[in-house]
């Protein structure tokens, strides 16, 4: 779909309370004030939220990690996890969290030098697979039990080039 008018832009602590609350609306899945705080005090370049309507309607937060390429060989890499994306669920499959992930992983690449990118994903979110597949990931491993629920994971994994 194209994308209607929205804003990316860096996250400010201001912008807590409302990033929890999209988190606590799209996912099962959700942190500690702490938690968020402390990703956006280490990792500010690739915690992004997204503007749309006058309000925040999704965000991504990153972790910048070093690590065994899930990749090539399993060589050291230094990578960006994706920690959590969301989009409010009328703001979605209008580009919004395309965006985020282009612009998260063109920050990890620029701002802290990675070169692959990963996450772990609901095996039964096909909306979330087939977009992470647009954006060249691919399924590397299978985590099982992974969710607090039971549901496995799917880690999935890209290069990063440019993603703009």
Request: hydrophobic share 35%; charged share 30%.
């Amino acid at each position: 779909m194209a994308c209607e008018s929205f804003k990316v832009r860096g996250f400010r602590s201001d912008d807590l309370n409302r990033v929890m609350e999209i988190n606590f609306e799209c996912l099962p899945e959700n942190y500690s004030s702490f938690f968020y705080l402390d990703l956006y005090r280490r990792f500010p370049k690739t915690f992004l939220v997204a503007e749309a309507d006058g309000d925040l309607q999704g965000y991504v937060m990153c972790r910048i990690e070093r690590g065994l390429s899930k990749l090539k060989s399993l060589r050291p890499v230094r990578q960006c996890h994706v920690v959590s994306i969301a989009v409010r669920g009328q703001h979605r499959r209008k580009g919004i969290a395309t965006k985020l992930m282009q612009t998260a992983m063109n920050n990890g690449k620029e701002e802290y030098n990675t070169s692959e990118c990963y996450l772990e994903v609901r095996v039964g979110n096909e909306p979330a697979i087939k977009l992470y597949e647009k954006l060249a990931f691919s399924k590397v491993k299978r985590n099982f039990g992974y969710y607090m629920d039971g549901e496995d994971a799917w880690v999935m994994a890209a290069p990063i080039d440019d993603h703009n």
